[in-house]
T-cell receptor, first 114, second 116 residues
Framework: GENVEQHPSTLSVQEGDSAVIKCTYS??????FPWYKQELGKRPQLIID?????GEKKDQRIAVTLNKTAKHFSLHITETQPEDSAVYFC?????????????FGRGTSLIVHP | EAQVTQNPRYLITVTGKKLTVTCSQN?????MSWYRQDPGLGLRQIYY???????DKGDVPEGYKVSRKEKRNFPLILESPSPNQTSLYFC???????????????FGEGSRLTVL
């Protein structure tokens, strides 16, 4: 099955700095890579996603890049703000034979210091 | 308002006492799933369902049962809970996207279960 490794497990930055979270996956059949943000005590919510036919996607201060050859994808947050503090999960998934099992990374706790 | 609703949100129970965590979505989504979240382990899938009467095991199905008799409901059943099932549980649903089963997961608010 798919295996997703996520690093770092904890990331501490100063407000205004950039933050980068990296994930690698093992199954070359994976073709959808979402990122979820989970604020303290809340549910995970999708913040950005990328499909395998695209190398990069941006949405205001966040961007995701995908390198299919190396099987890794990254989340980039620029000009970080205290409200960006949360746990971020990457995931890799594919649909095959009528089944769909997304595999999540273990999460990165991002702390943005004012 | 589009939402996934879980109940109960918090529960403390004892070993062996059967319990059910309900999950309901009002978005007419076909795909529903259960996850458990444990510190340092991320989100691990327990069971999922592609449609009514269609369920399948995820990564950690041992000790759990599910059923999908109606499209909107997907209850998680712990027949004989044990302390290692103490966890935060999330139900999620997803609509079929762009002709394939890949899209945004909508999560419920979570159910924190403690088994003594």
């Amino acid at each position: 099955g798919e295996n997703v490794e996520q690093h770092p497990s904890t990331l501490s930055v100063q407000e205004g700095d950039s933050a980068v979270i990296k994930c690698t996956y093992s199954d070359s059949a994976s073709n959808y890579f979402p990122w979820y943000k989970q604020e303290l005590g809340k549910r995970p919510q999708l913040i950005i996603d990328i499909r395998s036919n695209v190398g990069e996607k941006k949405d205001q201060r966040i961007a995701v890049t995908l390198n299919k050859t190396a099987k890794h994808f990254s989340l980039h947050i620029t000009e970080t703000q205290p409200e960006d503090s949360a746990v971020y999960f990457c995931a890799a998934s594919y649909a095959s034979g009528g089944s769909y099992i997304p595999t999540f990374g273990r999460g990165t706790s991002l702390i943005v210091h004012p | 308002e589009a939402q996934v609703t879980q109940n109960p949100r918090y529960l403390i129970t004892v070993t062996g006492k059967k319990l059910t965590v309900t999950c309901s979505q009002n978005m007419n989504h076909e795909y529903m799933s259960w996850y458990r979240q444990d510190p340092g382990l991320g989100l691990r899938q327990i069971y999922y369902s592609m449609n009514v009467e269609v369920t399948d095991k995820g990564d950690v199905p041992e000790g759990y049962k599910v059923s999908r008799k109606e499209k909107r409901n997907f209850p998680l059943i712990l027949e004989s809970p044990s302390p290692n099932q103490t966890s935060l549980y999330f139900c999620a649903s997803m609509i079929e996207g762009s002709g394939s089963w890949i899209g945004e997961l909508f999560f419920g608010e979570g159910s924190r279960l403690t088994v003594l």
